[in-house]
């Protein structure tokens, strides 16, 4: 089994070929694949195949709006094992690594995810580094609500960005406070508002056109970036600073992105990095998901180790 590792502004991705969707992606698997000390180590995986497979092999129970049977499909995971409906810095890499491994010539195409078409545009790309440019399709903003993190009530705006977001802009943080902060342990939130979990960003407000943000994802934990979480994160800056539309540099712990919104709808732009390819160990890879089909075998303790509470039922 071939792999590529790579990130989009350190938040960092397996990414496995897989055309027809043969493979039994099964939670065990990517949860140790994803461990950084019992397998590759990553934020999450990235099945490379095309939509008609998926839908097919039933991956897929219909497709998502405005993609095609032939469209490239990102079947995203999360380190937990856990499906999620989207990845800002994962279409990124994606769509690098389609043009790296020679499965596109194009630099504008449609990447397919469970929120729907994302077109991409990628620049500069060599077979490392790549610039790309993600429609990341409607923004949202819902309810506001609040969580609990390193002990402080955070009170932000629900935002929609194919996956659900709690973005909070405090009036009163700067940079150095957020760098501060405690992200090792998971927000409490209300279960009401996000059933399904939510990824948490606490935001510096927008100054000069910039804003410090971090993230804990929901079934993964802090990441050093979170692509649809810059989007949430911009959009509830703009709101804060009294605008809806507008250009934001966000910066993560990983590097910057740059974010658009024009009525309701959002762009992303940000690198890419592709930096190693290998081979899995056919043994190893096949124990895996044997461990899935033993009973009591779940011996195994992920580095991620996440409530089973945020993590999604399934999409
Ligand atoms: N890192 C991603 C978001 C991945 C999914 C998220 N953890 C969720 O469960 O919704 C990004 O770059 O957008």
Same mark, same amino acid.
């Given at each position: 089994?071939?792999?590529?590792?790579?990130? =989009?502004?350190? &938040?960092?991705?397996?990414?496995?070929?897989?055309?027809?969707?043969?493979?039994?992606?099964?939670?065990?698997?990517?949860?140790? %694949?994803?461990?950084? !000390?019992?397998?590759?180590? +990553?934020?999450?995986?990235?099945?490379?195949?095309?939509?008609?497979?998926?839908?097919? !092999?039933?991956?897929?129970?219909?497709?998502?709006? =405005?993609?095609?049977?032939?469209?490239?499909?990102?079947?995203?995971?999360? /380190?937990?094992?856990?499906? +999620?409906?989207?990845?800002? &810095?994962?279409?990124?890499?994606? *769509?690098?690594?389609?043009?790296?491994?020679?499965?596109?010539?194009?630099?504008?195409?449609?990447?397919?995810?469970?929120?729907?078409?994302?077109?991409?545009?990628?620049?500069?790309?060599?077979?490392?580094?790549?610039?790309?440019?993600?429609?990341? =399709?409607?923004?949202?903003?819902?309810?506001?609500?609040?969580?609990?993190?390193?002990?402080?009530?955070?009170?932000?705006?629900?935002?929609?960005?194919?996956?659900?977001? %709690?973005?909070?802009?405090?009036?009163?943080?700067?940079?150095?406070? %957020? #760098?501060?902060?405690?992200?090792?342990?998971?927000?409490?939130?209300?279960?009401?508002?996000?059933?399904?979990?939510? &990824?948490?960003?606490?935001?510096?407000? +927008?100054?000069? &056109?910039? @804003?410090?943000?971090?993230?804990?994802?929901?079934?993964?934990?802090?990441?050093?970036?979170?692509?649809?979480?810059?989007?949430? *994160?911009?959009? /509830? #800056?703009?709101?804060?600073?009294?605008?809806?539309? =507008?250009? %934001?540099?966000?910066?993560?712990?990983?590097?910057?992105?740059? @974010?658009?919104?024009?009525?309701?709808?959002?762009?992303?732009?940000?690198?890419?990095?592709?930096?190693?390819?290998?081979?899995?160990?056919?043994?190893?890879?096949?124990?895996?998901?044997?461990?899935?089909?033993?009973?009591?075998?779940?011996?195994?303790?992920?580095?991620?180790?996440?409530?089973?509470?945020?993590?999604?039922?399934?999409?």
């Amino acid at each position: 089994m071939a792999f590529t590792k790579g990130h =989009g502004t350190q &938040n960092d991705f397996v990414v496995l070929e897989d055309r027809d969707a043969h493979l039994d992606l099964t939670e065990n698997r990517v949860r140790t %694949l994803c461990d950084r !000390r019992a397998g590759l180590g +990553a934020d999450g995986v990235l099945r490379v195949a095309t939509a008609g497979a998926l839908l097919e !092999r039933g991956i897929l129970s219909a497709l998502p709006d =405005g993609v095609a049977a032939a469209d490239w499909f990102m079947d995203y995971r999360n /380190a937990d094992g856990s499906v +999620a409906e989207m990845c800002g &810095n994962g279409v990124r890499v994606f *769509a690098h690594y389609l043009r790296a491994a020679g499965l596109t010539g194009e630099s504008r195409f449609v990447v397919g995810s469970r929120a729907g078409a994302r077109p991409v545009i990628v620049h500069d790309v060599d077979d490392t580094d790549a610039q790309v440019t993600v429609d990341m =399709g409607p923004v949202r903003l819902t309810e506001s609500s609040s969580a609990v993190l390193d002990g402080r009530r955070w009170t932000g705006t629900g935002v929609d960005v194919g996956n659900p977001h %709690l973005a909070c802009v405090p009036a009163d943080l700067d940079a150095a406070g %957020l #760098a501060a902060l405690d992200l090792t342990r998971p927000p409490e939130y209300d279960h009401t508002v996000f059933p399904h979990g939510v &990824n948490l960003e606490i935001v510096t407000p +927008a100054r000069e &056109n910039r @804003v410090h943000m971090r993230v804990f994802e929901r079934g993964v934990g802090e990441t050093r970036s979170c692509g649809t979480g810059t989007v949430a *994160a911009a959009a /509830a #800056a703009l709101r804060a600073d009294g605008r809806t539309d =507008g250009e %934001l540099t966000v910066t993560v712990p990983g590097g910057d992105v740059v @974010v658009r919104i024009d009525d309701g709808h959002a762009t992303l732009r940000g690198p890419s990095v592709l930096l190693a390819s290998g081979t899995l160990s056919p043994s190893w890879w096949a124990g895996l998901a044997e461990a899935d089909r033993t009973p009591h075998a779940s011996q195994e303790m992920p580095v991620h180790s996440a409530p089973r509470s945020w993590i999604m039922d399934g999409v």
